[in-house]
């Protein structure tokens, strides 16, 4: 389980974040929606210190790592807390002038100290996980929107996180590749991955959230289970945001 608790983050006067607190359980898919701007994607990197917030805890209650950003951590804690997950990109970030393969080495080589030999193979073997076998050598311009996505998963993956972030990873997507990063989505909640998913998909968000949270303005609204929120909610902000996006 993974405790985060009372994150609040300001870009000069924007305070975006106002005491965002959340119990990720483990195995469990998470789904966070709200409308644009209303600090999802902050959040996100909050947990990924891609941000670092003013103030909060993030707990991993195996006791791993503890991080209260009231005490200003070091830059040690904020890469152990960088390495416990994986983020995937709306925009995929892969390196463009590095194969898929190479994308998929760069993070374990770097960052873990992997040699490259046995980063190869993770790497195969990743790539296969997500369907992409024949295409390792293949540049990012040469592969479709969702087979770069599917890349950007593996590329989380690959530094073998507890936890895998996912901000709005379909949104730049043509509709026709949507489904096939969903399926990848869905296989790895199958196995048991604990994820975080920003996502407008609400069809997703039925099928395989566990945990549904929705924020506005800087502050969870409401949260629960995805019958709770899409069948049973009575809470009027609740209702009003999914009546706009459907
Ligand atoms: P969402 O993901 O819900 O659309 P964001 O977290 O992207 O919302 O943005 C929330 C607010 O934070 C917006 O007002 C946005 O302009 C602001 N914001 C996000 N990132 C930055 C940044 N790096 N610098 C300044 N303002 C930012």
Redesign the pocket.
């Known amino acids: 389980m993974i405790q985060v608790t009372n994150i609040h983050k300001a870009?000069g006067s924007?305070q975006?974040l106002k005491g965002i607190d959340l119990t990720i359980h483990k195995g469990n898919v998470v789904v966070i929606l709200?409308?644009?701007?209303?600090?999802?994607?902050?959040?996100l990197r909050c947990i990924n210190a891609l941000e670092i917030p003013d103030q909060g805890v993030i707990a991993f209650d195996d006791g791993s790592l503890t991080v209260d950003f009231a005490t200003k951590p070091n830059k040690k804690t904020l890469l152990a807390l960088q390495r416990k997950s994986g983020m995937v990109f709306q925009s995929y970030n892969l390196f463009p002038h590095k194969t898929a393969i190479e994308n998929l080495m760069l993070g374990p080589v770097v960052v873990q100290g992997t040699s490259k030999a046995v980063a190869r193979t993770q790497a195969l073997t990743l790539l296969a996980k997500v369907g992409l076998s024949g295409k390792a050598d293949l540049y990012p311009f040469q592969l479709s929107g969702g087979q770069q996505q599917r890349i950007g998963i593996a590329r989380a993956l690959a530094i073998e996180p507890s936890l895998l972030l996912f901000d709005e990873p379909t949104s730049a997507l043509d509709p026709e590749l949507v489904k096939e990063v969903l399926a990848t989505m869905k296989q790895l909640a199958s196995e048991g991955w604990t994820m975080v998913v920003?996502t407008h998909e609400i069809n997703f968000a039925r099928e395989v959230a566990d945990h549904v949270v929705l924020?506005e303005d800087g502050y969870v609204v409401e949260e629960g289970s995805a019958e709770q929120m899409f069948e049973l909610s009575t809470h009027p902000r609740t209702q009003a945001f999914l009546q706009r996006i459907s």
């Open positions: 870009f924007n975006v709200g409308p644009s701007g209303s600090g999802k994607t902050t959040f920003v924020i």
